[in-house]
């Protein structure tokens, strides 16, 4: 089984959505865990790379006060960071329940507890074509004030407008953008079931 280095992901990108190299296996070192304090590897197939490149929208859970998951639909971008896959969620200028994006309840819910879970699925009227990728892993706020986050921030703001042209309106250098560090990546195909 081929293995890609996750530094060459972008080149994998092409040959996983052109081809049907399913068993392509892309490793990722993903850095410390502060619940292990160690390092560990997440790996990533073609097919589950495919389903996340080709998505369009996915769906956030962070934990709410209580301990009941708290979903909302979201935008996302897939990214690098110190050698690392990360994905970037956006807090966009759509209508919210509160001006403040600080005070949204998914903000607060990582504030408080970094553990989140992101659901892309791939539906499609042929069964057969149906799959799903679920990332877990820790989520971190890129505040745009904060000087650690802004190279960080700006490449986020950087592939969300390059992915969603929406994003070329807003004004995303403004707003904080919500970081998913993958700890654990599972998926499911039809094809491969």
């Known amino acids: 089984m081929p293995v890609v280095v996750i530094g060459e992901l972008e080149a994998a990108f092409e040959v996983g959505s052109r081809t049907r190299a399913n068993r392509l296996v892309l490793r990722q070192f993903v850095g410390h865990d502060p619940a292990s304090d160690r390092r560990h590897v997440v790996t990533l197939t073609a097919a589950q790379l495919e389903v996340l490149a080709m998505a369009r929208t996915a769906t956030l859970s ?9 979903l909302v639909p979201c935008c996302f971008a897939i990214g ?18 509160t001006a403040d994006p600080m005070r949204l309840a998914r903000v607060q819910d990582v504030r408080r507890d970094a553990r989140v879970t992101l659901l892309v699925d791939r539906w499609e ?39 969603y042209p929406q994003y070329r309106e807003q004004r995303l250098e403004t707003l904080p953008v919500i970081r998913v560090v993958p700890s654990r990546i599972v998926g499911w195909s039809a094809s491969e079931a």
């Open 80 to 97: 690098f960071e110190g050698g690392g896959l990360v994905i970037d969620t956006p807090l966009d200028a759509k209508p919210k329940a």
């Open 62 to 70: 962070t934990i709410a006060p209580d301990g009941r998951p708290r």
């Open 125 to 163: 009227e042929d069964w057969s074509r149906l799959a799903w990728v679920r990332v877990e892993g820790n989520a971190r706020l890129l505040l745009p004030w904060a000087p650690r986050d802004a190279p960080a921030h700006a490449s986020a703001v950087g592939a969300l407008r390059g992915r």
